[in-house]
């Protein structure tokens, strides 16, 4: 992600952001299942498959990529001007959301009560309650992509070393990585140090990339 997003520019097309990204993956011997990528055009989509259009201003690239059987799923934004105030806003309350679903996510909670949580934090931070409905929020992950994904209905309960994927989105932001639930807590497993960050509840979580 880091390398790709870091070479691209406002006229690059979602469909050369997203070949470049599948190369790299199969590179390191995984395998691209999803690639999503739009540009400032398209930031409405939650859910985005790459067109022609140019990125623009800014952009985003999700990748779900499967290696020995286990599945990864990250998402990231890069950006080629100072961004807008409302962006901004924008991004650090989705964080916000994220980290108050990260605190739900313990040995013994169940899915349905998670859930609740996912629906309370998008009101707690001013996205309305509605946004839950326009994109799926994630779920445990591993051997399928979320295996399964959150609803009012999962019963499933969380245990210690169990992943997670989740990814709570709003109009034009959107965050997402694998995380891992340890003993000490919660660790993030798709890292990279070179990508900008900032601190969230303790816990070092990706800002958009200036570019």
């Not at 105030?85 to 990260?102: C, G, T």
């Not at 998670?114 to 309650?129: P, S, T």
Request: with cysteine; proline share 6%.
């Amino acid at each position: 992600m880091t390398d790709v997003l870091s070479a691209a520019g406002p006229d690059t097309t979602e469909f050369e952001l997203a070949s470049a990204l599948a190369g790299r993956v199969v590179a390191a011997g995984a395998e691209p299942l999803v690639l999503l990528c739009n540009g400032s055009s398209r930031s409405g989509f939650r859910h985005p498959l790459a067109t022609h259009a140019p990125l623009g201003r800014r952009a985003m690239a999700v990748v779900c990529a499967r290696r020995d059987g286990l599945i990864a799923n990250i998402t990231r934004w890069v950006r080629f001007d100072a961004g807008t105030s409302e962006e901004l806003d924008a991004e650090a309350r989705i964080a916000a959301v994220e980290a108050d679903i990260f605190t739900a996510t313990v040995p013994g909670a169940r899915l349905d009560s998670i859930f609740g949580e996912i629906k309370a934090a998008y009101v707690r931070h001013g996205f309305g309650g509605e946004q839950w409905e326009q994109h799926h929020q994630g779920g445990p992950a591993g051997y399928a992509g979320r295996d399964p994904r959150v609803t009012a209905d999962a019963t499933d309960t969380v245990v210690l070393s169990q992943p997670f994927t989740w990814n709570p989105s709003g109009p034009g932001v959107k965050i997402e990585d694998t995380v891992q639930i340890t003993e000490s807590g919660l660790t993030v497993l798709t890292v990279d140090e070179r990508w900008p960050t900032t601190s969230v509840n303790g816990l070092r979580r990706p800002v958009t990339l200036q570019v």
